[in-house]
């Protein structure tokens, strides 16, 4: 998955509006539909914006933003043992309203 599709999955699970999170962040609705899709590389800058506004740290949202093909092999199999972890804790802490 790509961050775009983090953001994307985020705030439609957060039922933000894509205006209102563009608004918030200080992007344009095009421009943040456009990192959604992945035809945009934002800044840091700007991830961190948008992280802010859906209210998940910058790290947070760059780890939900990984997939095993971004681990390095021989970094898998730890990935593997905390990534449901981890994933369950920022369901909870992050992800429920």
Do not use: C
Not at 14 to 27: F, H, R, S, V, Y
Not at 42 to 54: D, F, G, N, V
């Amino acid at each position: 998955m790509d961050i775009g599709q983090t953001i994307f999955r985020v705030r439609k699970e957060k039922g933000i509006k894509q205006k209102d999170l563009a608004k918030g962040a200080g992007i344009s609705p095009t421009y943040l539909s456009q990192i959604e899709k992945g035809q945009r590389i934002p800044t840091i800058y700007t991830l961190e914006k948008i992280s802010a506004e859906i209210n998940i740290p910058f790290p947070v949202l760059s780890f939900l933003s990984l997939d095993i093909n971004s681990i390095p092999e021989e970094k898998k199999f730890a990935y593997n043992q905390i990534k449901p972890l981890l994933d369950g804790l920022v369901e909870k802490i992050f992800l429920k309203q």
